[in-house]
């Protein structure tokens, strides 16, 4: 799964149907504070890495053109999450994943 972060600030997840991954794709001139603001959806900033909701990538596909996921869907994405708490890739209140940055430009 990645999640987009445009240039025009629009937030778009991409392979939303792949959970063996997950990170963040910005803008080179973006980071850190700025990114996390950005995003909102109580996105915070963490080094190189972004804490993200659960609540905010189940709002960014609700507005998918297509109608967004389907009924599998929501059993993937707990499994990745799952997954994702047993390796304490998750914050202490287990409502935010951890996600990497990456600057494709």
Not at 7 to 36: K, N
Not at 94 to 100: K, Y
């Amino acid at each position: 799964m990645i999640i987009r972060v445009q240039a025009s600030g629009e937030v778009v997840v991409d392979e939303h149907d792949v959970f063996t991954g997950f990170h963040v794709e910005a803008p080179s001139g973006l980071a850190g504070d700025d990114l996390a603001a950005t995003m909102g959806e109580g996105t915070r900033a963490d080094g190189d890495y972004l804490w993200i909701a659960e609540a905010a990538v189940r709002h960014w596909l609700a507005g998918r053109p297509d109608g967004g996921p389907d009924d599998g869907w929501d059993d993937g994405f707990s499994s990745m999450v799952a997954y994702a708490r047993s390796k304490g890739w998750t914050d202490p209140a287990g409502t935010h994943l951890r996600a990497h940055v990456e600057h494709p430009d």
